[in-house]
C-alpha cells in the first residue's frame, strides 16, 4: 500500500518568504509528527496531531512555525518569515495511534527546505 | 539531563565484518528504544525496537541490538556487514509517558571492500 508522502520534495526559498510543506499519511493512521532534520544532526521533533487536533506542539521553535490537520487525514506545515536557519529536512511519520509507543511511526521522505 | 548518545559519528567497517553500534540513553525509567537506518534519498526506517521482556531483540537485515539496564545501553550489532549496510543509524527513544520520539545525532557507517 501507499506509505507517507511529503510534497515538495524540495523547496528553495528567499528568506523572509513564506513556505507551506504538505503531509500525506498512511490511509487510517490517526496519529501524525512532524520533526525537522538538519544538517549533521538525528530528527527532532516539532509537532504531533492525534486525529485534527494537535496533542503536542512542544517542539515548534518559535511563532513563525504553525501546522494544520484540518480533516485529520493531510497536514500541512506552514513557516513564515523564513530564516537561513530553517534549511533543513522536514520529515513526517504517521501512526495507527499515537497513544503510545507501541505503534510504529512510518517516515515518508521528507521535504528539503532551503532558505537562500 | 533527558539525552540519547551515539558517541561515534562514523565507523567504517571492511565488507563482511561483524559491526556494533553503540547508543546510550539518559533517562530516569527505561524509555522505549528503536533503531532507525537512513539511506540517501530515502526516508527512516525503522530496524528493531524494545519494549519490555527479553533483552536481545531482533531485527531487519540480519540487525539485533542487545538492551543493557545497568549500562543505560542499546547496542545495535550485526556479525557480517554487506556493502548495502552503508547507510546512517539512528538509535532513538520514546520516553515512558510520550509519544513522539527522540534521536541521537546518528552513526554514518561507511562499508569498504
Known amino acids: 500500500g501507499a506509505g507517507v508522502s511529503q510534497t515538495p520534495s524540495n523547496k528553495v526559498t528567499e528568506k523572509g518568504k513564506y513556505v507551506e510543506l504538505r503531509c500525506d499519511p498512511i490511509?487510517?493512521?490517526?496519529?501524525l509528527y512532524w520533526y525537522r532534520q538538519s544538517l549533521g544532526q538525528g530528527p527532532e521533533f516539532l509537532i504531533y496531531?492525534?486525529?485534527?487536533?494537535?496533542?503536542?506542539d512542544s517542539g515548534l521553535p518559535n511563532d513563525r512555525f504553525f501546522a494544520v490537520r484540518p480533516e485529520g487525514s493531510v497536514s500541512t506545515l506552514k513557516i513564515q518569515r523564513t530564516e537561513r536557519g530553517d534549511s533543513a529536512v522536514y520529515l513526517c511519520?504517521?501512526?495507527?495511534?499515537?497513544?503510545?509507543?507501541?505503534?510504529?511511526?512510518?517516515f515518508g521522505p521528507g521535504t528539503r527546505l532551503t532558505v537562500l | 539531563a533527558q539525552s540519547v548518545t551515539q558517541p561515534d559519528i562514523h565507523i567504517t567497517v571492511s565488507e563482511g565484518a561483524s559491526l556494533e553500534l553503540r547508543c546510550n540513553y539518559s533517562?530516569?525509567?527505561?524509555?522505549?528504544l528503536f533503531w532507525y537506518v537512513q539511506s540517501p534519498g530515502q526516508g527512516l526506517q525503522l530496524l528493531l525496537k524494545?519494549?519490555?521482556?527479553?533483552?536481545l531483540v531482533q531485527g531487519i537485515k540480519g540487525f539485533e541490538a542487545e538492551f543493557k539496564r545497568s549500562q543505560s545501553s542499546f547496542n545495535l550489532r550485526k556479525p557480517s556487514v554487506h556493502w548495502s549496510d552503508a547507510a546512517e543509524y539512528f538509535c532513538?527513544?520514546?520516553?515512558?509517558?510520550?509519544?513522539?520520539?527522540?534521536f541521537g545525532k546518528g552513526t554514518m557507517l561507511l562499508v569498504s571492500p
Open positions: 490511509s487510517g493512521h490517526t496519529a
Open positions: 532513538a527513544v520514546v520516553p515512558s509517558g510520550y509519544s513522539t520520539l527522540t
Open positions: 524494545y519494549f519490555s521482556g527479553d533483552t
Open positions: 533517562y530516569g525509567a527505561t524509555p522505549y
Open positions: 511519520a504517521s501512526s495507527l495511534t499515537g497513544t503510545s509507543g507501541y505503534n510504529e511511526q512510518f
Open positions: 496531531f492525534q486525529g485534527t487536533g494537535a496533542a503536542d
